[in-house]
């Protein structure tokens, strides 16, 4: 077997008397071990520069000329560390055997006469042992290798990762921004069909989203309720156009059978559209009001979902300022004196309460104005203010001339819709 072969341990025994290494080349080569000898412990030394470190134990005599086994194996340590060192000595010799421990560190020493059994048995251990500990090293060697491969690795994809969310996260932008865009363009269309129209969603999605925060809504919701406002008209697109310019307080019964098919067509165009779902939910129920008397299902309460709530009050609040309701134009602060005296009848208390607090409540009506009940109406008193139905139809304009029989009927009137009504009429002493 050639010394190249790593499977094959290689023991190099030292002493200066050649019977003895005689000896020990007997005692080895059964085992299967490469057997060198040495005399003396520089021809031990040479030997070790010639084999390169490929000796993996070493058995030197104490007592040899010129160099001690102590010196030598002190020696081997030094130079060689890995190699796995025996010391045979006499027992007359046990300073000297002491002395090699310290400095040599020997594994072992064998006191002479040896047993030729108990020889093998130490040296086929501590052969075990040495190989044991060069798996250590090569395996610990190996794993930090692989650790430093590891983090190379890591590191890359680590970067590779980085450019990939951060792609991802472009295309979501892009994707998001499509979305958006494909919103606003169908906004768009809708407000097309009618001067009246325009601005008149995203005026809507902004208020309604500010609401919709005050209240407590979290981020998707409010982006539901912003998107239902600007798509909550989207119904009305095949609507006449002739329907579209009149304002509903003067539509006929049949016109307004049409109109009010509007929220449901909404939702039926995006229910098939998942990420807008929920904003087409809210798009039914826009027209619906807290007291059950809206439309299409007749909702009332919190049966209505909290972000159709807000969008029916803003949507209203935009109609009165720029008058698609009545077909005439409000003052802000006439239009939050219509939403305030919807509180609780057409819109939600507490929805109201938001939308005042972000917007300012309407100032108290002016001093030349009276605001009183059906009950308290007398003849001869003129209305300072418009009378709108619940449904949004103008019944009386301002600056009417009460009798006694339309104050009769305006009583019947409110008998019949089993709600209050407040009327606004000039003060004479204002």
Same mark, same amino acid.
């Not at 010394?3 to 019977?19: G, S």
């Not at 190989?131 to 250590?136: H, Q, S």
């Not at 809504?217 to 006449?240: E, S, T, W, Y």
């Given at each position: ?7 094959? !341990? ?11 290494? @005689?000896?020990?080349r007997r005692l080895f080569r059964p085992a299967g071990y490469r057997v060198l000898c040495a005399e003396g412990g520089a021809a031990g030394l040479a030997t070790l520069e010639e084999e390169g470190g490929a000796v993996d134990l070493v058995i030197s005599d104490m007592r040899m000329p /010129?160099?001690? +086994? ?47 059994? =108990? ?25 930090? &290798? ?5 983090? /190379? ?37 809708? =407000? ?15 208020? @309604? ?10 981020? &998707? ?18 609507? !006449? ?16 059978? /049409? ?6 067509? +909404? ?34 309460? =919190? ?29 802000? *602060? *006439? ?30 009506? !002016? ?10 109406? @007398? ?10 139905? &619940? ?9 009417? /001339? ?5 104050? &009769?009927?305006?009583?019947?009137? =409110? ?16």
């Open positions: 077997m050639s010394a190249a072969d790593p499977h094959v !341990p290689t023991i190099l025994c030292v002493d200066d008397e050649a019977n003895i290494l @005689s000896a020990l /010129v160099m001690d +086994g102590a010196r030598f194996l002190a020696e081997v340590r030094e130079r060689w560390p890995g190699i796995v060192r025996i010391l045979l000595t006499g027992y007359a010799d046990i300073e000297s055997t002491i002395a090699a421990i310290n400095q040599g560190q020997i594994y072992r020493y064998i006191a002479k006469p040896w047993n030729d059994a =108990e020889v093998v048995l130490i040296v086929r251990e501590a052969l075990e042992r040495q190989a044991l500990v060069r798996e250590k090293l090569r395996l610990e060697a190996l794993t930090a &290798r692989q650790n430093e491969e590891l983090k /190379v690795l890591n590191a890359g994809l680590e970067e590779k990762v980085r450019e990939r969310t951060e792609a991802l996260r472009q295309a979501h932008e892009r994707l998001k921004r499509s979305f958006f865009t494909s919103i606003q363009v169908f906004a768009n269309l809708i =407000e097309l069909r009618g001067g009246n129209m325009a601005g008149h969603s995203r005026r809507v999605a902004d208020l @309604s989203r500010k609401v919709a925060a005050a209240m407590g809504m979290d981020g &998707r919701q409010c982006n539901d309720v912003f998107l239902a406002a600007l798509l909550h008209d989207i119904g009305k697109i095949g609507l !006449p156009d002739a329907l579209l310019a009149k304002p509903t307080n003067k539509m006929n019964g049949d016109e307004l059978g /049409v109109w009010r098919k509007h929220p449901a067509k +909404g939702e039926q165009v995006l229910m098939a559209l998942e990420d807008l779902r929920a904003a087409a939910r809210l798009i039914r129920s826009h027209h619906e009001r807290h007291d059950g008397q809206g439309y299409p299902d007749g909702l009332r309460g =919190e049966a209505i979902p909290l972000g159709a709530r807000i969008l029916a009050l803003v949507n209203e609040y935009d109609g009165h300022l720029h008058g698609t309701l009545t077909g005439t134009r409000s003052s802000a *602060d *006439d239009a939050r004196r219509l939403i305030l005296q919807g509180r609780g009848k057409r819109y939600d208390p507490a929805v109201v309460d938001a939308f005042l607090a972000l917007f300012g409540a309407p100032p108290e009506p !002016p001093v030349n104005e009276l605001a009183l009940t059906p009950a308290l109406l @007398s003849s001869g008193m003129v209305l300072a203010r418009d009378l709108i139905s &619940r449904e949004g139809v103008l019944l009386l304009a301002a600056d009417y /001339v009460l009798d006694d029989n339309l104050i &009769r009927q305006i009583r019947e009137y =409110e008998v019949a819709e089993g709600t209050r009504i407040t009327l606004f009429v000039r003060n004479p002493e204002g």
